[in-house]
């Protein structure tokens, strides 16, 4: 039974990609069979973050671990209608080859588009990643300018909601788990922090998410990128970046939580 | 003479929003007629930091400087082709209607929108916000994954050139003046800072950008979102978040030394 997780955040630069790789390898090196789905075909984070990890191990002679990862590109028709048939197709078709997979890993773009729903109808659990601030919470829900109180869903929330109504409606069981992890945080900035925490918080209850304590700011999520490594694959002699610090013990153990806060099906992931 | 400013990146959440706003309101308090254009039609930040700037001052009876704001609605024909003809006269009569204003400050999405191309070819000045991260930097340009050496222009590049092109095609005077601008800068991660900063440099001459300093991590630049407010309106003695910590001094620097980096035409800026 393949496990679809979808990262999704309408919000440009929320972590989708770099939370989508990190999950990935976590999985991966837990030994599960693992595929990984880039809906963004234009900026392909996710591909080229696998891209520079094979050419990493073909120029160094090593193996690491890698997910399949089956291509499912937009429509060119210029009717829409038409196009967002044809991708409709083509998802499916990428999710049927996948069967054998204990779980599909979907990068969505930092955009509405027909994939990215479609992504996210077919969704067991979504993984909403978040900067801790209030320009990207605008895209969950609105605060009232006076009185800072939360006025009502936004956009995002609408889209995870449609979703949910979606699979209800097509009658699969069980609903969608949605988690929100909190990403990008600040090791300082703690009023801020508190009061995205509150709100947050709040939120939760009110559209039915769980909320995940989530990353911090940390350039280990994102230094080793070209090299296409991640730090799950890091500590070996001949690591290119030593494992040496406080960020980088802390960062595997936010892995970790993270994964282990999805409630993943299968053996203790 | 008006002089179009756009910020543009294809790379979600590398700042264009924010950038946008506290150009917007530091051209407006150096006293100059100052319209924007928020492209960002679906995510709308732009135009909600704006109506959340009304609102505040409607609950608070104070004033405050605003941005002409026309709206340029993105077409909803089905017809791609079609879409984009109407687009193209919707933008044309929004610029058309702001021939009176100094500054027209135009906030793109982070995508590859029809829209956010026609903005590109019209600017005077791109401005191109980006997080110090190789991830974002890869919109820019391929890293060589083995010897991190720059492999060749990347997305966005691509697209600032076809921009430059079709202006030159046109027989518009004066190139796009394009500047880069490193933004969420950290205090630390001093390795990251100084690989990216290199990169950069090597870059801003191939491929013909202009490096500005840009601004650090600060939450001075975001947490005032949900009130409409920006440091710069800040320093009345009934201002909601007290001005008194090196970060906002610091800030208030940054946000200066961006304008006077863009070089724009008129009285010292
Ligand atoms: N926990 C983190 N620590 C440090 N940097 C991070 C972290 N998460 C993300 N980043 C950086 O923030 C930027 C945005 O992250 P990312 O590209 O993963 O977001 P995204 O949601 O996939 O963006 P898009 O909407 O463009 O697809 C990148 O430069 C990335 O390297
Ligand atoms: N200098 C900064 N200091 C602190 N936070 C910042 C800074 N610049 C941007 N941010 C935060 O980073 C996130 C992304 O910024 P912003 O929304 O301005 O980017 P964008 O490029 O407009 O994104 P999109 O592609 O979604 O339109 C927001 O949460 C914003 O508050
Ligand atoms: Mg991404
Ligand atoms: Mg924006």
Known sequence: MTHVIV?????????KS???????VALLKSGRKVAAI?????????????ENRR???ESKGIDLVFPLMPEVRPSSLDSREAARQEETENFAAALQSLAGCDFVVIDCPGADTHLSRLAHAHADTIVTPLND????????????????????????SEMVWAARKRRALAGVPGGI????????????QARNK???GKKLEDLSARIGFRLARGFGDRVIYRELFPMG????????????????????????????????????????T
């Open 194 to 196: 508190r009061e995205m």
């Open 7 to 15: 990262l999704g955040n309408e919000k440009g630069g929320s972590g």
């Open 55 to 57: 050419k990493y191990c």
């Open 133 to 156: 601030s209030f320009v990207d919470f605008d895209l969950l829900a609105r605060l009232d300018p006076a009185t800072g109180a939360v006025a009502g869903p936004s956009l995002y």
């Open 18 to 24: 770099t939370a989508a790789m990190h999950v990935v």
């Open 177 to 188: 788990d949605w988690v929100v992890m909190r990403n990008r945080l600040s090791a300082t």
């Open 229 to 268: 490594l991640t730090l799950l694959d890091l500590g070996g002699p001949d690591a290119p970046v030593r494992l040496s610090t406080m960020s980088h013990v802390t960062a595997r153990l936010e892995i970790r939580s993270l994964v282990a806060t999805l409630k993943l099906p299968g053996r203790e």
């Open 38 to 50: 880039d809906l963004d075909m234009r900026q392909r984070s996710l591909s080229r973050y696998v």
